[in-house]
């Protein structure tokens, strides 16, 4: 079987590079959450359907993992159930049977990498965060809660022809929030 594992950050981001031949997989495992760890929906799912003598093909190494203790046990894991996994951008492969020294070594490195990349983004949102807050202009995210009159607020204005993603920006909530909110 040939399967794909695509991921990105967050629900505003798109998954369509990724994706470009979807249909030449047997399944397809896509998520819109942070790599920062391996407790990810799709990923487990990935993980618990790969059998022996399956493809895993994924974009690039950073869309498995951002550190690189995750990504070697991702790539271990997948190789131990007998499956093979390959990373598109990067043209390699880690089968079952090879222990090739050099793609264990590139692998390491660009697991490093991401892990590097992973720090440096944290680092500078923290660092602009402080900036604002000095400024007086830092207002946390978005509430994650909306109360009963937000609510019907929302569903007024879906009444009246807003598009959802008119609302979605319009109250700072994720589609899948939306939803439920107008479920209620």
Do not use: W
Not at 66 to 95: P, W
Request: glycine content about 4%; overall charge positive.
């Amino acid at each position: 079987m040939k399967i794909l594992y695509a991921r990105v950050s967050t629900i505003l981001q798109n998954l369509d590079r990724q994706l470009v031949d979807s249909e030449k997989y047997d399944k397809i495992f896509m998520e819109k959450v942070s790599a920062k760890d391996k407790s990810r929906p799709e990923l487990q799912k990935m993980l618990c359907a790969v059998r022996e003598g399956d493809i895993v093909e994924v974009h690039s190494m950073d869309r498995l993992a951002r550190n690189l203790k995750d990504l070697i046990e991702i790539v271990e894991t997948i190789r131990n159930e007998g499956a093979t996994i390959h990373f598109k951008k990067e043209n390699m492969t880690f089968t079952p049977s090879n222990d090739d020294p050099t793609q264990t070594l590139i692998l390491q490195v660009m697991g490093s990498i991401s892990q590097f990349e992973r720090g440096l983004i944290l680092t500078r949102q923290k660092e602009g965060i402080a900036i604002c807050r000095n400024k007086g202009v830092y207002k946390k995210a978005h509430p994650t809660k909306k109360n009963n009159v937000e609510i019907e607020n929302i569903k007024y204005d879906r009444e009246c022809g807003m598009t959802e993603r008119e609302l979605m920006n319009k109250y700072h909530i994720s589609k899948p929030t939306l939803y439920r909110y107008l479920k209620k």
